[in-house]
């Protein structure tokens, strides 16, 4: 997730900075929570919103979808994987230096759009403050899964392709066993074992943290 080692020191810090995420995703389900129990979840089939899902399914749906997108999964912002959106790219890393890209790098046109300056949620830029990273977004069949579970009265979208599907969403595939996607639980490289020990036993705490915090909610 997107940090700040001199606000976060890897040592100390992790703590408060989970507590951060974890209480931001906590208040976006409970306003969720009240909007779910506006809808009549206990009455006959025949009456219900949905024939194949119910209010259980959606709020299962809600919980992954939240924490894919309330707990980004972040890499080096030096790796240009095809994948991976550029997050915070004018705002200066913690030690105060900038973050530039070569001439060369197709990404440069597109540095001035909201989508590339700018973190996913406000209080990773507000209260964080992590400079410059690569998000690696949540998977799409994330949001279609919330939108087919949940009632359309709650008003749940998915963006449309070539309309901001591609800065906010990204697609499973197998690209030598490394996920092109965010989904909770999911190893950080599935193929990875020659993987340095430290990034590997990182990412697993990552997994072990979103897996509590999802239960939390």
């Given at each position: 997730m ?17 507590a ?10 409970q ?25 259980i ?5 809600y ?5 894919a997108?309330?707990?980004?999964r ?5 790796n240009?994987?095809s ?12 030690n ?29 830029d507000e ?8 998000e ?21 979208g ?9 800065m906010?969403?990204?697609t499973?595939t ?6 092109t996607?965010?989904y909770l ?7 990875g074992?020659?993987?340095?020990g ?6 697993t ?6 897996a ?6």
């Amino acid at each position: 997730m997107p940090s700040n080692p001199q606000k976060f020191p890897p040592a100390t810090g992790i703590p408060a900075l989970a507590a951060i995420y974890d209480e931001n995703a906590a208040q976006y389900y409970q306003v969720f929570n009240y909007s779910l129990q506006q809808i009549p979840c206990n009455t006959s089939s025949s009456a219900q919103y949905s024939l194949a899902r119910n209010c259980i399914d959606c709020a299962n749906a809600y919980k992954q979808w939240l924490c894919a997108v309330t707990i980004p999964r972040c890499e080096d912002v030096g790796n240009n994987a095809s994948w991976l959106q550029l997050r915070n790219v004018k705002q200066l890393f913690p030690n105060g230096s900038h973050f530039t890209l070569l001439e060369t790098d197709p990404r440069l046109p597109f540095l001035n759009q909201v989508a590339y300056n700018s973190s996913r949620n406000p209080i990773i830029d507000e209260q964080i403050k992590p400079g410059p990273y690569s998000e690696l977004l949540p998977c799409d069949d994330l949001c279609y899964d919330l939108v087919q579970s949940c009632p359309a009265s709650l008003g749940f979208g998915c963006p449309n392709p070539g309309k901001g599907l591609e800065m906010s969403y990204g697609t499973r595939t197998n690209i030598d066993g490394q996920l092109t996607c965010s989904y909770l639980g999911a190893a950080y490289f599935l193929g990875g074992a020659e993987r340095l020990g430290g990034l590997k036993m990182w990412s697993t705490w990552m997994v072990i943290l979103s897996a509590i915090l999802w239960l939390s909610l």
